[in-house]
Every structure is written in structure tokens, then in C-alpha cells.
Nanobody
Framework: QVQLAESGGGSVQPGDSLRLSCTHSGRTFAMIAMGWFRQAPGKERECVGGISWGGTIKKYGDSVKGRFTISSDSAKNTVFLQMNNLRIDDTAVYYC????????????????????WGQGTQVTVSS
């Protein structure tokens, strides 16, 4: 079993930056791809992006390309989501997510493919 724990959410103004972290524990040698989804009130859960097992392949949702960056620190079992130039429509609960993967397999941006979810962290962007 894999447990995911997010941190780093908060309230900021448009144009500000935030960095979210997600650390996985449990089966720390599990081959998993990790990423992020977000869900705003009244909207479906949206894929923000993710990173392959081994960290070689990254993918991003169209709404965050060029503003958000995903990275990983394998020694700390942690994935980061650096969010720059935040906009009001980035306001949502951000969920760390992971699925079983093989080496080089991109993160799957379908909720039905996710095996493990974090509890979510709120990001609020307002002026």
C-alpha cells in the first residue's frame, strides 16, 4: 500500500507562486508514477500533470503549461508542483495522485487509472 501526503497549499494573490509537495510512504520501493489533479467547486476533477516513475517523462494539462512545473526528489520520495503566475481560476483543492507504473511509463491523466490519492490541499487565489 502507498500513502500520499500533500503540503504547501494556501491563499495567495494573482501572479504569486506556491509550491506543493507530495511525499509517498508505505511501499517506498513501489514503481509508481505520481502527479496532481485539482477540483474546483462544481467542476470535475482535472489533471494538472504528472511525472513518470524514474522522473524522465513529465506531462502537463493545457491550462497550466508554461506556468506549473513538476519535479521529483527520489531520495525523499517526494514530488513537487511549482505553481507560478497563479490565476484566480487556479483556485481548487489539489490532490496528489499515483498509479502503478513501469519504467518510462508516462503519468496517466485519467482518474480511473489512479490507484492512490492524497487527502487534498486547498489553493486559493484571490485579489
Amino acid at each position: 500500500q502507498v500513502q500520499l501526503a500533500e503540503s504547501g497549499g494556501g491563499s495567495v494573490q494573482p501572479g504569486d507562486s506556491l509550491r506543493l509537495s507530495c511525499t509517498h510512504s508505505g511501499r517506498t520501493f513501489a514503481m509508481i508514477a505520481m502527479g496532481w489533479f485539482r477540483q474546483a467547486p462544481g467542476k470535475e476533477r482535472e489533471c494538472v500533470g504528472g511525472i513518470s516513475w524514474g522522473g524522465t517523462i513529465k506531462k502537463y494539462g493545457d491550462s497550466v503549461k508554461g506556468r506549473f512545473t513538476i519535479s521529483s526528489d527520489s531520495a525523499k520520495n517526494t514530488v513537487f508542483l511549482q505553481m507560478n503566475n497563479l490565476r484566480i481560476d487556479d483556485t481548487a483543492v489539489y490532490y496528489c495522485a499515483a498509479h502503478r507504473a513501469v519504467s518510462g511509463q508516462p503519468f496517466n491523466c485519467r482518474t480511473s487509472d489512479i490507484n492512490f490519492w492524497g487527502q487534498g490541499t486547498q489553493v486559493t487565489v484571490s485579489s
